[in-house]
């Protein structure tokens, strides 16, 4: 089964202080991408970060950065400097069967001043 | 900028009606989506379409259809309202390749009473 875990439904962190979200998946590929979305209280879901597995190197989109232990299946974001903007939902996604994504349940981050 | 437009942010519906929900991208995405959101389960998808006239079925399908007549526009339909419909309807499309993200639209809460 295709399957994207989060384990942690709610995170909370003080201002300027770092992060990280914990995500696992399940695949029997060797090449795929993994997606980190930000969900605002506006709704509007928006891309945060984007890692191809082949790669070795992790992403780094300015304060985001995820951990990707290809081995282990997990792809956790790590957000530094934290600002109150980042109070959201985020979700964790990969593709399968090539245009479709599975998304994890989400972790709810509040960001406290 | 990618646009995903939904036609309505709230709904409030009464049982047994037949509800649209309206979906329009303006990229030429080849795929669309429709998932739905609840509390502690993430983003399930319903359907899924690849190409005008084309769809599948998602993980969560019963009670709902869907018609894709252009390209550009995707609509969810309830035949028969049911107040286990409530829920956050989210819409997105993205292009068949696999590195690029989806892109969402801001949402429609349903409310079915």
């Known amino acids: 089964a295709q399957t994207v875990t989060q384990s942690q439904p709610e995170m909370s962190v003080q201002e300027a202080e770092t992060v990280t979200l914990s995500c696992t998946y399940d695949?029997?590929?060797?090449?795929?991408?993994l997606f980190w979305y930000k969900q605002p209280p506006s709704r509007q879901m928006i891309l945060v970060i984007r890692?191809?597995?082949?790669?070795?190197q992790n992403a780094t989109e300015n304060r985001f950065s995820v951990n990707f232990q290809k081995a282990a299946k997990s792809f956790s974001l790590k957000i530094s400097d934290s600002q109150l903007g980042d109070t959201a939902m985020y979700f964790c996604?990969?593709?399968?069967?090539?245009?479709?994504?599975?998304f994890g349940t989400g972790t709810r981050l509040q960001v406290f001043p | 900028d990618v646009k995903v437009t939904q036609s309505s942010r709230y709904l409030v519906k009464r049982t047994g009606e037949k509800v649209f929900l309206e979906c329009v991208q303006d990229?030429?995405?080849?795929?669309m989506f429709w998932y739905r959101q609840d509390p502690g389960l993430g983003l399930r998808l319903i359907y899924f379409?690849?190409?005008?006239?084309?769809?599948e079925k998602g993980d969560i399908p019963e009670g709902y259809s869907v018609s894709r007549e252009k390209k550009e526009r995707f609509s969810l339909i309830l035949e028969s309202a049911s107040t286990n419909q409530t829920s956050m309807y989210l819409c997105?499309?993205?292009?068949?390749?696999?590195?690029?993200?989806?892109?969402f639209g801001q949402g429609t809460r349903l409310t079915v009473v």
């Open positions: 379409s690849y190409d005008v006239k084309m769809k």
């Open positions: 890692q191809e597995a082949y790669k070795q």
């Open positions: 990229m030429d995405h080849e795929n």
């Open positions: 996604a990969r593709p399968y069967n090539t245009d479709k994504l599975i």
């Open positions: 997105a499309s993205r292009p068949s390749t696999e590195n690029t993200e989806a892109f």
């Open positions: 695949t029997s590929e060797s090449n795929y991408y």
